[in-house]
């Protein structure tokens, strides 16, 4: 009984750190990607300077940011720093 329980806590803990590691590798930017330190800054440059949050997912990097008292998201390009959508958060 014990041995079954120390096997179902290993199988349990590697089922985790299976399912973390596959979730961290889907939001890792692009090794030629620019810097998040670059997104931020182009976005700063052209009047985003309110950031709220930041996150990397679906392979672009979704910046939220207020701007004349409404939130928007904006998806950027990880590598050319293209902003490819922006659209009000309701």
């Given at each position: 009984?014990?041995?079954?329980?120390?096997?179902?806590?290993?199988?349990?803990?590697?089922?985790?750190?299976?399912?973390?590691?596959?979730?961290?590798?889907?939001?890792?930017?692009?090794?030629?990607?620019?810097?998040?330190?670059?997104?931020?800054?182009?976005?700063?440059?052209i009047?985003?300077?309110?950031?709220?949050?930041?996150?990397?997912?679906?392979?672009?990097?979704?910046?939220?940011v207020?701007?004349?008292?409404?939130?928007?998201?904006?998806?950027?390009?990880?590598?050319?720093?293209?902003?490819?959508?922006?659209?009000?958060?309701?």
């Amino acid at each position: 009984m014990h041995h079954l329980v120390r096997t179902l806590a290993l199988l349990s803990t590697l089922l985790f750190v299976g399912a973390a590691t596959a979730r961290e590798k889907d939001e890792i930017p692009p090794a030629n990607g620019k810097r998040l330190s670059e997104i931020v800054l182009s976005l700063e440059k052209i009047g985003h300077t309110v950031i709220t949050d930041v996150d990397f997912d679906e392979d672009v990097w979704i910046v939220r940011v207020y701007k004349a008292g409404f939130e928007f998201e904006i998806r950027v390009d990880p590598v050319s720093g293209e902003i490819l959508g922006i659209r009000p958060v309701v």
